[in-house]
């Protein structure tokens, strides 16, 4: 039986997560690509990422891009930011909103404070999900977010699509793993697929 595999990649999950397996700890996409490939070739894969700056001649965007077996052949879609200013935030020990303030402060004039979020790759990551459901049999999701739950449950529920995660053990959304019918923990072959 033939098993075409898409695999959708939200780079600011992984490389914020990859963290946790050390500051020196830095993913290969080839060798990840060549790791989770040996359960099966991967038809297409996307890696969508936020700069708020020309990268059409960034090095790591174009290697990603470069075909097998020089570089693992992924597609690269590029968002911007949006910028969140915050005033006040939750706070988790006294169970209520609170001010955010500046420690810096001088002056009347409050200090504005924000904060960068993607824009948009939830949204592409769910839209190339469902656009492309005709050409592929299991969708492989690379991202740890529970936003993209109403997607998924139609992709699996609807669409009758094979969901896989090529994941870490820290920040994938509870709600992901049960629906997962396999899970690739990188933690499991990390020095594996190690720069």
């Not at 500051?23 to 990422?49: M, S, V």
């Not at 190339?128 to 998924?152: F, H, K, N």
Request: aromatic residues 10%; contains cysteine.
């Amino acid at each position: 039986m033939n098993n075409r595999r898409l695999w959708l990649i939200d780079a600011g999950y992984l490389n914020s997560v990859q963290r946790t397996l050390g500051e020196d700890f830095k993913l290969d996409y080839l060798k990840l690509r060549n790791k989770i490939e040996e359960d099966g070739e991967i038809w297409r894969a996307f890696f969508l990422t936020s700069s708020d700056k020309d990268e059409s001649g960034n090095q790591f965007y174009n290697w990603l891009k470069t075909g097998k077996p020089l570089g693992p052949a992924i597609i690269v879609k590029i968002y911007g930011y949006k910028e969140i200013y915050l005033t006040k935030a939750f706070c988790d020990d006294c169970n209520s909103m609170t001010e955010v303030l500046c420690k810096n402060k001088t002056g009347n004039a409050p200090h504005r404070i924000h904060k960068r979020e993607q824009k948009g790759v939830d949204v592409g990551l769910a839209t190339l999900a469902l656009t492309m459901l005709d050409s592929y049999d299991t969708l492989v999701l690379s991202s740890g977010d529970a936003d993209l739950l109403d997607a998924i449950e139609y992709i699996l529920n609807v669409a009758h699509k094979k969901l896989e995660l090529v994941v870490f053990r820290h920040g994938v959304a509870g709600d992901l793993q049960c629906r997962a019918d396999k899970i690739h923990w990188i933690n499991d072959f990390a020095s594996e697929v190690s720069k």
